[in-house]
């Protein structure tokens, strides 16, 4: 057998003339500490091989290993490459401390053990769907992870030790964790993303979170407490009470609830933990109520040529029985149910509707949701006008250095305004008062490239809108 700081010496010259070129380890190959060693090509470690690292290994290439009870050896494994790297073989590869870092990412074909610790410096790891796993046997650890690294697939730990799992989406890091493990047990883990039969759902749970679930699976083992959680920034949450919120489990083909006290802030970000379970599969946040009141997400008027267009949003929509979409205009004071719509209940929705009555000067539109054990809330209020009398309208359009707009039946008060590109950038926005005079006059700001846009002007309880064109 050759000694190692001979062998790196002819491997290092022979890369250098050949830098794609594959090795292949058929026999015993041991990097003795403080020696390196690089691969540029592919590297295979067949089945008659030894492959012992106690220095640090660079792989720049494909990796496929059919060496059977692999040694992890002590030293370092890097995986550097500069383009897409695989993991293949029949055979765990296994390495002590673990360094990925290949922004264009790494598949596993083949499981990857990690013995002591790994670290995330660039790119994810992504396994098949086999399923291959990142593998942590007992012991181990890992540093670095986030949304730029971690796993988009399965990760199996092995020990009894806390452990959070770096999975995800492959865009965002979404970990689930198992603590307070009664016995040394054997996890898969997997970020399963958007939630499957969410109307399967056990009493005393109402509702379970659409948006996300994880699958944890024991292999052995004994019991376990399951922490999940939630992030607004990276994935919505609904807008649950956070006393309702509980840990729910698949079981028998139903979302089971199995407790749990929830912390944090469901518009931000929160965690929940389970009792110490001893049936595993899959997890996601549950809820004993509905939504909080839905959300209407938009709601506006507009004048065609014989009637008017009332639209509206809404997200995170449950137990509405209905919406009333009421009207007042300048012959009466107060409002007036006009017509009656069903609700959809789904998670995100649009509606709208024809106003086909006259219309003299302006109309005044609120939608009333009404929820089916009778309690109702209002959206706000949106105008259109027949622009005869003026409440909202861009008088100069085009306009160039100032937009001119006509509010002389506008309720008065103070109002914001925002002016918005096509695509809904808001370029400009202010405040203004209106006290009743004819005319409204809002400079245009230079950023305001020539082009349509659109104008709010609104409060609290009232809101206008027109299209003008800027020269």
Not at 62 to 83: E, K
Not at 129 to 134: E, G, H, I, Q, V
Not at 159 to 184: D, E
Not at 368 to 389: C, E, F, L
Request: a neutral charge; hydrophobic letters at 35%.
């Amino acid at each position: 057998m050759q000694r190692i700081s001979v062998t790196v010496i002819l491997l290092l010259a022979c890369v250098a003339g050949f830098s794609q070129a594959a090795l292949q380890n058929n026999g015993n190959l041991r990097i003795h500490t403080g020696a390196n060693m690089a691969t540029f090509g592919a590297f295979t470690n067949a089945s008659t091989a030894a492959l012992v690292n106690n220095g640090t290994l660079y792989l720049r290439g494909n990796v496929t290993n059919n060496q059977a009870s692999m040694s992890a050896g002590s030293g370092a494994t890097h995986f550097n490459g500069t383009s897409a790297q695989s993991v293949n073989g029949t055979q765990a590869f296994r390495v002590n401390n673990l360094t990925t870092n290949n922004s264009s990412g790494i598949t596993l074909n083949n499981n990857l053990n990690v013995v002591a610790v790994h670290t995330f410096t660039a790119g994810r790891i992504a396994s098949s769907a086999t399923p291959n796993y990142l593998v942590y046997e007992a012991g181990s650890s890992y540093t670095g992870s986030s949304d730029a690294e971690h796993v988009s697939g399965w990760v199996k730990k092995i020990g009894s030790t806390n452990f959070i799992f770096p999975v995800g989406s492959a865009s965002v890091l979404r970990p689930i964790a198992v603590s307070t493990l009664s016995a040394s047990s054997e996890f898969n883990a997997q970020y399963a993303g958007a939630t499957s039969n969410t109307s399967n759902v056990l009493p005393n749970l109402v509702t379970v979170d659409p948006y996300e679930y994880w699958n944890l699976n024991q292999v052995s083992g004994g019991t376990a407490v399951v922490d999940i959680n939630w992030d607004n920034s990276k994935v919505q949450f609904p807008n649950y009470l956070l006393a309702s919120i509980r840990v729910a489990n698949y079981s028998a083909g139903m979302w089971t609830n199995r407790g749990g006290t929830a912390t944090g802030n469901v518009t931000t970000t929160g965690s929940i933990s389970s009792p110490a379970q001893s049936s595993f599969g899959a997890f996601v946040v549950g809820s004993l109520n509905f939504s909080l009141p839905l959300s209407f997400m938009g709601v506006t008027a507009k004048r065609k040529n014989s009637f008017s267009l009332v639209e509206w949003n809404t997200a995170e929509e449950y137990n509405v029985n209905h919406f009333e979409v009421e009207r007042k205009d300048n012959n009466n004071n107060s409002f007036t149910k006009i017509t009656e719509v069903p609700a959809h209940n789904s998670f995100s929705n649009h509606y709208e509707i024809e106003d086909h009555l006259p219309l003299e000067g302006t109309a005044y539109y609120r939608i009333k949701s009404v929820d089916r054990d009778g309690k109702y809330q209002y959206s706000k209020i949106v105008a259109v006008s027949d622009k005869s009398s003026g409440s909202m309208a861009v008088i100069n359009n085009p306009a160039r250095n100032d937009i001119y707009i006509s509010v002389g039946s506008a309720p008065k008060g103070n109002y914001v305004y925002q002016l918005t590109d096509g695509s809904g950038k808001i370029v400009q926005a202010g405040q203004v008062l209106l006290d009743g005079q004819s005319v409204l006059d809002i400079p245009v700001s230079i950023k305001a490239a020539k082009g349509y846009y659109f104008i709010k002007v609104s409060n609290s309880q009232f809101e206008f809108r027109d299209k003008v064109f800027v020269q």
